[in-house]
Nanobody, 117 residues
Framework: QVQLVESGGGLVQAGGSLRLSCAAS????????MGWYRQAPGNQRELVASITRGGTTNYADSVKGRFTISRDNAKNTVYLQMSSLKPEDTAVYYC???????????WGQGTQVTVSS
């Protein structure tokens, strides 16, 4: 079992920055990929960014150049640095951890990010 706890969401003006953190606990040795997803009202949950244990990253086109995902394996924590935020980035952001061996995905409780225009 893996538990994920997100922090760092909030209200920010357009053009501002926020950093989200997600701390993993439990069977952290089994985690391979970690990532951030988001879900805006009326929309499906979508991938924002992901990172492998080795540091390979992947980003949604809509956030490339503005968001940076990073991972501290020693702290079992993944971060999402968000810059040049836009109102359309407003959503609940969820942390995700993938255990490849069991093909099981774990989710955090979500943290609200609101970008005002």
């Amino acid at each position: 079992q893996v538990q994920l706890v997100e922090s760092g969401g909030g209200l920010v003006q357009a053009g501002g920055s926020l950093r989200l953190s997600c701390a993993a606990s439990g069977s952290v040795f089994s985690i391979s990929n970690m990532g951030w997803y988001r879900q805006a009202p009326g929309n499906q949950r979508e991938l924002v960014a992901s990172i492998t244990r080795g540091g390979t990253t992947n980003y949604a086109d809509s956030v490339k150049g503005r968001f940076t995902i990073s991972r501290d394996n020693a702290k079992n924590t993944v971060y999402l640095q968000m810059s040049s935020l836009k109102p359309e980035d407003t959503a609940v952001y969820y942390c995700n951890a993938l255990v490849i061996m069991s093909s099981r995905a774990y989710w955090g409780q979500g943290t609200q990010v609101t970008v005002s225009s």
